[in-house]
C-alpha cells in the first residue's frame, strides 16, 4: 500500500484533504487519527465516499444500523460473517439479501459520515494519511456519496453546533456574573412571618405575644392544629387550641411549621408555578424528615428544620434569572445544582437567619470538613436523599454511619414526616 501524503489536520483540515481527493477523483484512503479519540477510516472511490470505519464503538457502520433501528444486531453480526466469507463488501451483502433497501443504507451512512466528520472538525490535535488501492472488501457496494455535498452538510451542522454553543456560553457567563453582582430579586419574606421573627427576637416575648399574632389568620391556626396532631409529633391527648399547640411543642418549633407553610404558599412571576412547586414541596418535606431524626440523633430540630426548608431555594432565584435567557434544560441543570447553595444562603442572611442556618445551606452538599464530619449537614443530606428516592434505595449507607443513624430509624421517620407534609397541602 502506499502513502500517497500525511499531513497534521492543524496544517491541513480534513475538508480541504476530503475536497483535494473529490476534485482529483481520486480512489483511496484517508486514515485519520485522533489525540485521545482513537480515530477513523474514510474510504473514496473516484473522489466519492464508499465506507467508513471507526474505533469508536457505536460509530461502526453495524452498529449505527442497529442504533437507528435499520436492522436487528443478530441480522449484522450474521450478514459481517457472511459477507466476509463470500469475500464482498458489507454493504453490498446488505442490499443484495434484502436486508435494507439502497435508499435507506445510504441514509443512514450519510448519517454517520456526517457524524464521524463533526467529531473530527471538533477535536483540536490529529493527523491523516491518504493512501492506496483500495482494499478489495469495500470495492462495488451500493454506496457513492457525493463528497462535497457531504462535506457542505457537515460543515453547516458543526458551524450551527459552534453558534448555539456561543450563544449558550454567553447566556451560562451572563447569568453568572448577575449571580455574582447579586443583580437579582431575593424572594420577600411573607408579612406573618417577619411579624414572627421580631416577636422571636425579643426576649420578653411569651406565648400569648405569639398566639395573638397568629389567631389573626384563621387558616394558619387550622394548619398549625392539623400539624400539631400528626403522628409525627407523637403527643397523647387532643390538641385543640393555638394556645396548647404552643405549650405542647415550643415557640420555636411553632415558628418553623409557620415558615414551612409560609413558604410553601410561595408565589413567582419568572418561574413555573409547577417547577417552583416541586422545589418548594421537596423543601417541605426534607424539613419534616431531617427534624425527625435531629431528634432520634439529639441534634437540634429546629436548625434541622430550617435547613431542610430552606436548602434548595437558591434555585428559585436562578430560574427567575435564567428566564431571560435561552439556555438548554441540561446546562440550566447543572448551573442550579452549582450555585443554588451559594444564593440560598444569600437568602437566609436577607431573612436575618442566624449565620448557622447560613453556613447549613452553603455547605449542605459537603460530605466533611477536613476529614471530620458535620453530623448536622450530613443528616440534611439523609433528609434530602430519601424525598428525593421516595425510598429507602436513595439513601447513602455510609452517611447513615457517620451519624450513628440505621435505614430502618429513617423508613420510620419518613412515612410520618410525610403524613405531616400531606395535612399542610391538604387545607
Known amino acids: 500500500m502506499g502513502v500517497l501524503f500525511q499531513v497534521d489536520l492543524s496544517f491541513m483540515p480534513l475538508h480541504d484533504i476530503l475536497q483535494w481527493i473529490d476534485m482529483n477523483r481520486l480512489s483511496c484512503v484517508a486514515t485519520i487519527t485522533l489525540e485521545g479519540e482513537g480515530g477513523m477510516t474514510f474510504y473514496l472511490e473516484t473522489g466519492k465516499i464508499i465506507f467508513a470505519a471507526s474505533q469508536k464503538k457505536g460509530n461502526r457502520l453495524g452498529e449505527f444500523l442497529v442504533k437507528e433501528g435499520a436492522l436487528g444486531e443478530m441480522q449484522v453480526i450474521q450478514a459481517l460473517t457472511a459477507s466476509r466469507s463470500a469475500g464482498i463488501s458489507f454493504t453490498r451483502y446488505l442490499v443484495e439479501n434484502g436486508l435494507i433497501s439502497g435508499r435507506a443504507l445510504s441514509e443512514v451512512f450519510t448519517q454517520l459520515v456526517e457524524k464521524l466528520l463533526i467529531e473530527v472538525f471538533s477535536c483540536k490535535h490529529g493527523s491523516v494519511s491518504v493512501t492506496s488501492p483500495l482494499p478489495d472488501s469495500v470495492l462495488n457496494g451500493p454506496i457513492h456519496l457525493e463528497t462535497g ?95 396548647f399547640a404552643i405549650v405542647r411543642l ?75 435567557f435561552h439556555i438548554e434544560p441540561s446546562f440550566l441543570e447543572d448551573l442550579l445544582a452549582t ?17 448557622s442556618i447560613q453556613n447549613l445551606i452553603r455547605y449542605h452538599h459537603n460530605r466533611n470538613f477536613g476529614g471530620m464530619v458535620n453530623r448536622m449537614i450530613a443528616l440534611i443530606q439523609v433528609a434530602d436523599q430519601v424525598v428525593q428516592a421516595g425510598s429507602e434505595k436513595g439513601v447513602d449507607h455510609e452517611l447513615l454511619g457517620s451519624i450513628d443513624l440505621s435505614l430502618d430509624t429513617v423508613m420510620e421517620i419518613y412515612p410520618k414526616a410525610m403524613d405531616s407534609f400531606y395535612q399542610i397541602k391538604s387545607l
Open 339 to 355: 450555585r443554588h447553595a451559594e444564593i440560598g444562603a444569600l437568602i437566609a442572611k436577607k431573612w436575618n437567619y442566624p449565620e
Open 149 to 243: 455535498r457531504i462535506l457542505f452538510d457537515a460543515v453547516r451542522v458543526f458551524d450551527e453546533m459552534n453558534r448555539d454553543s456561543l450563544e449558550r456560553d454567553a447566556a451560562i457567563e451572563a447569568i453568572n456574573q448577575r449571580l455574582y453582582k447579586e443583580e437579582f430579586q431575593l424572594p420577600v419574606l411573607p408579612g406573618m412571618l417577619m411579624q414572627l421573627i421580631s416577636l422571636m427576637e425579643d426576649e420578653k416575648t411569651t406565648f400569648q405575644d405569639m398566639a395573638k399574632l397568629i389567631m389573626t389568620d384563621q387558616v394558619l391556626i387550622s394548619r398549625i392544629l392539623k400539624i400539631a396532631n400528626s403522628p409525627f409529633y407523637g403527643g397523647s391527648g387532643q390538641v385543640d387550641s393555638i394556645h
Open 250 to 324: 415550643g415557640m420555636r418549633e411553632i415558628m418553623n411549621i409557620v415558615t414551612g407553610i409560609q413558604i410553601n404558599s410561595l408565589q413567582s412571576s419568572d418561574i413555573p408555578q409547577e417547577r417552583l412547586q416541586v422545589i418548594l414541596d421537596d423543601a417541605l418535606k426534607t424539613a419534616f424528615v431531617a427534624s425527625g431524626l435531629a431528634r432520634r440523633c439529639r441534634l437540634d430540630p429546629e436548625e434541622a428544620f430550617l435547613g431542610g426548608l430552606l436548602l434548595d431555594l437558591g434555585k428559585t432565584v436562578i430560574l427567575s434569572v435564567a428566564k431571560d
